[in-house]
């Protein structure tokens, strides 16, 4: 094992992790502390060989493994163990000259700490111990992961990492065909029967059922979302529904699912019938739950759409009316004018009156005064209602789906039952004591007949509308769903909470739940100290008439030395193709030995290496796999198919993508322009042309009928992506934010995170703050933000005028363990982030839980506005690291080229393949563009010139029209 690896942590393709340099001393404590015992057995070692078997003996009792190069170890680990062995501080290691030398030290070291050697007889234990443990349908991941533990409590030295693999791949693929004869048991005739139909194109279709099935949704339309409908009836009627799943592990299960979704109906045809039927009842079992949860977006987005259109109608409608109105008011007011003014004692007849004004134009303009007041007392209403009739085409059935509701919120079940029983004949009209309390206040005007019976079509229209809210919030819910579940059944569960609840206080050094009210305000007290402190001086913000008032802080100029440095480096790097330029960087990575089928095994089609470099560049830069193939020679459409299929999807592009980014980590160089601690985070909107279920209006770049998806990414301080996330523009970007930080699956121990407005709400800042993240946003209208204070009765002087506001420090008491619950659950990634931020979102403020997090976020809002007010670095440091994202932009559009740089697919899976691919080269370049600028600087250094860091830090790495992304592919091989 190299000295910077590190084995039982996470890891991709079973390959070792660099050891990051930046632990904590309690870690390094923890893992690097000799016993006297150690000691003692140590002082038997010459002394300049000391510190070396210090690390052996360490390395193995806490990895299982010997490490080959010591010097890549951590100076700071290195100078703990001389001290602890009373030896001097030292820069470099003492290595072993003799082989021998280091096999008896082995030796010794193995019997000191009773290890023994992995032999013949330990990979029998190991094997039928695998063989258990794969029975339980434990995927070869984890399996790995626990065969290091296993070997590890045995006290066995670890084989290299190559026969572990082996071993684990060859033992689930034997026991896991075991496992699909078990499941393929428990399923009934009829269910193989509709899995076998699910296979066939039916008379009149040109698809099979399991085809359309895998596709992901188009937009919310009447016609779609019947057909999805259609598609859950047809599923539910195959019985799957009593397939008893709960005894297959749901990571096994959804190992299957993704399985099946790579092969097409005549590839599952020709497994055997254990694994045919194994893989099509896991596929089914999510799909189900896939199904409904895009049939809840299906209707979310068609009750916007229908919300967003009559709003539309209603504005078109209001601005010709407010013309006629205010020509109806003047002439309606001159003729009461006239009636005032007319002599008292002279009779006023029509006739008189018809003389003075125009008959046909005072009614014609009492009738638009009267058409203007309904409109605006109901004519949003009334438009709405005329959308009923297209509504009920689906809604139905839609009514059908097997909710439930969260307590408390009963009344809208007894609705959703009401007209379930008026559709079914069983009722012929809605009851008088129907509940109404949750029809929209547009509507409420027009749920009453003349008579006051209520009338089924506003009624329906506003349970439809509050139905979409309720789902958001998870009042309502699915809970066969995946996303759509009770808002606890994303949690982790109660006795795992239980069981691990104090560990879970002591990582983060959260206050116990007696201790948090203290706490925070000492906390806050501390912090509105220091700001009053630095308040003034600065000059950036004032306190005028007990309102916030802020200037523009002077905008950093750019040295000439750095402009005419970055002219340089820009003149110097030369002109690479796209594929040569990966191909150098994966020499240097190895980035590209990430790219591996599902089932983890090494096989690769012929020419895999040429044909994978076309199929990444294909997606990067949208030409697709028809044009790529014309582009490169020797590589037809179907092998770029078969790859992408197979091998290029967005879990393999992350952990290459992660490796590049770890990598570039380490560069030197890197290093200048950050630790890697910092990060922010940014949509990027591209246009889409397909039909997609993800797409969304997005007036402001794209007018009002053109839709467009967002494309989210988390970039870092060293420049590097290390997430990517295809999301709607629909909702705020605020949702997206904690996906990436704790989704990071990279080296960069990030630490504080920023985003523009609409990255942040205060629940954010609240997760944040339990996750142990430093959030700090620009926020747009600064001046204009509440502010609060945790205690009404303090004086918190200059800034008493702001802090007019008390957050509720008690109901965060009171939720602090659920808190802390649904923190923990984040950083286990339970549920995806987006998910339970926006249930919190959507429930506040009716939910106790939600409005403790938005009171505490109201709390860490406040002490970072008044840090942001009167701390010049801090929003210096905040400006820049938005500017690095936002200048980082500029790259995948250059790389994104083709099709006018529009997505013309509108499945989810295509979108993420050409996006992670899209980030993964974004990062290659990011990484080939560090070393040569380092080159080049060096260059300069040597030729005498003066090039400080502190200029560098100016110097941009992502300069990028050097870089070449389209032409003809591989030339040089011609």
């Known amino acids: 094992m190299t000295t910077n690896e590190e084995f039982l942590n996470q890891r991709q393709r079973y390959q070792p992790i660099k050891l990051p340099q930046d632990f904590s001393d309690e870690e390094m404590a923890r893992d690097w502390t000799l016993s006297d015992a150690d000691k003692k057995e140590l002082s038997k070692y010459r002394k300049n060989s000391r510190i070396f078997i210090a690390i052996q003996l360490c390395a193995l009792r806490l990895y299982g493994r010997f490490m080959a190069e010591v010097n890549g170890l951590s100076p700071r680990i290195v100078n703990y163990l001389n001290n602890q062995l009373g030896l001097p501080p030292s820069l470099t290691l003492p290595t072993l000259d003799r082989e021998a030398t280091f096999s008896e030290y082995r030796k010794n070291i193995l019997n000191y700490l009773g290890f023994s050697k992995y032999d013949d007889e330990a990979q029998a234990r190991l094997q ?42 060859s033992v689930c693929a034997e026991t896991h065909e075991q496992l699909f004869e078990v499941l393929g048991d428990r399923l009934t005739p009829e269910l193989r029967t509709a899995i076998d139909n699910l296979l066939v194109v039916q008379s009149g279709d040109q698809r099979s059922l399991f085809y359309q099935l895998k596709e992901y949704p188009p937009s919310a339309t009447i016609s779609s979302i019947q057909s999805y409908l259609e598609r859950y009836r047809t599923l539910e009627e195959t019985g799957i529904g009593k397939l008893e799943a709960q005894c297959v592990d749901p990571a096994f299960i959804d190992y299957l699912y993704k399985l099946a979704v790579r092969y097409n109906a005549r590839d599952i045809k020709r497994f055997k019938e254990p694994k045919r039927y194994a893989m099509m009842a896991c596929f089914l079992l999510e ?41 109806a008011l003047d002439t309606v007011l001159d003729t009461t004018q ?55 085409k689906y809604f139905a059935e839609f009514i059908q789906l097997p909710f439930a509701v969260k307590s408390g919120t009963e009344p ?45 079509n506003a009624w329906e229209l506003g349970l439809a509308i509050a139905m979409k809210e309720a789902l958001r919030s998870g009042d309502l819910y699915l809970p066969q769903s995946k996303q759509h579940v009770s808002f606890w059944d994303l949690m982790l569960d109660e006795r795992y909470w239980q069981a691990n609840r104090e560990a879970t206080y002591e990582a983060p050094q959260q206050p116990y739940q007696d201790a948090v009210k203290s706490t925070l305000t000492l906390q806050f007290h501390q912090a509105v100290s220091k700001a009053e402190k630095c308040f003034g001086p600065d000059m950036f913000a004032e306190i005028k008439d007990g309102k916030l008032k802020l200037k523009k802080d002077d905008k950093a100029e750019i040295p000439d030395a750095v402009i005419r440095l970055q002219k340089v480096i820009d003149a110097s790097l030369p002109p690479i193709r796209i594929e040569q330029l990966l191909m150098e960087v994966d020499r240097l990575t190895g980035f590209s030995r990430h790219f591996i089928p599902l089932q983890k095994h090494q096989s690769r089609p012929a020419d895999f290496y040429k044909t994978l470099i076309a199929a990444m560049i294909s997606q990067a830069t949208n030409l697709g796999v028809v044009a790529m193939s014309a582009s490169v020679k020797g590589v037809t459409v179907d092998m770029l198919r078969h790859v992408l299929q197979f091998y290029v999807r967005e879990e393999t592009n992350k952990n290459a993508s992660a490796e590049i980014v770890n990598q570039h980590h380490q560069l030197p160089f890197s290093e200048i322009h950050g630790s890697g601690t910092l990060s922010s985070s940014d949509a990027q909107r591209f246009k889409i042309r397909a039909d997609s279920l993800l797409a969304s209006y997005y007036p402001r770049y794209y007018g009002y009928y053109e839709k467009a998806i967002g494309i989210y990414t988390h970039v870092s301080d060293q420049y590097a992506v290390y997430s ?4 709607s523009c629909s909702p705020r970007e605020a949702l997206y934010v904690l996906d990436g930080l704790l989704e990071n699956n990279s080296i960069l121990k990030i630490r504080e995170h920023t985003t523009d407005t609409h990255g942040y709400t205060e ?147 295509e979108i993420m393949n050409k996006a992670s691919c899209l980030s993964l080269v974004s990062n290659a370049i990011l990484y080939w563009n560090t070393s040569r600028i380092s080159d080049i600087v060096e260059g300069l250094r040597n030729q005498g010139e003066i090039v400080d860091d502190e200029t560098l830090t100016h110097i941009s790495l992502l300069p990028y029209k050097h870089v070449l992304p389209n032409g003809t592919y591989f030339i040089e091989d011609e």
């Open 412 to 456: 809208l079940m007894n609705v959703i039952n009401l007209v379930r029983q008026l559709d079914a004949g069983i009722l012929k009209k809605i009851p008088d004591n129907a509940p109404t309390g949750f029809i929209p206040q547009e509507l409420r005007r027009s749920y009453k007949d003349k008579d006051g019976n209520i009338k089924r």
């Open 287 to 327: 799909t189900r739950k896939g199904l409904l949860d895009s049939l809840v977006k299906m209707h979310d987005q068609f009750i916007m759409d229908m919300l967003r259109k009559a709003k539309h109608i209603y504005e078109m409608k209001h601005r010709e009316f407010r013309k006629r109105h205010k020509k």
């Open 724 to 727: 990517t996330k295809a999301i």
């Open 128 to 169: 039928k111990w695998l063989e258990q443990q794969a029975l339980q349908a434990n995927l070869p991941d984890e399996l790995f992961l626990r065969a290091e533990r296993y070997l590890l409590a045995e006290r066995v030295e670890l084989p290299g990492a190559s026969v572990l693999e082996r071993l684990v791949i």
């Open 338 to 392: 006239l009636i005032i003014d007319w002599p008292d004692d002279k009779p006023l007849h029509k006739t008189d009156l018809w003389q003075q004004v125009s008959e046909k134009q005072l009614l014609e303009s009492i009738s638009d005064l009267h058409s203007f007041k309904r409109l605006e007392e109901r004519g949003y209403g009334d438009i709405l209602l005329g959308r009923y009739p297209s509504l009920r």
């Open 763 to 909: 629940i954010v800042f609240a997760l944040c703050y339990l996750l142990g993240y430093y959030f700090m946003p620009r926020i747009r209208d600064l001046k204009d933000q509440q502010l609060y204070k945790v205690d009404r009765n303090v004086n918190h002087g200059i800034f008493n005028p702001l802090l007019n506001k008390t957050a509720d420090i008690d109901i965060v008491e009171e939720q602090w363990e659920a808190m802390i619950h649904v923190a923990q659950s984040l950083k286990e990634r339970t549920a995806p982030a987006h998910v339970i931020v926006q249930r919190l979102t959507n429930s506040f403020p009716a939910d106790r839980l939600s409005r403790a997090f938005t009171n505490l976020g109201r709390i860490i809002k406040t002490e970072y506005i008044l840090r942001y007010i009167t701390d010049k670095p801090l929003r210096q440091t905040v400006q820049l690291q938005l500017n690095k994202g936002e200048y980082r932009h500029k790259l995948p559009r250059w790389v994104f080229f083709a099709n006018q740089g529009e997505f013309t697919t509108g499945d989810y899976e």
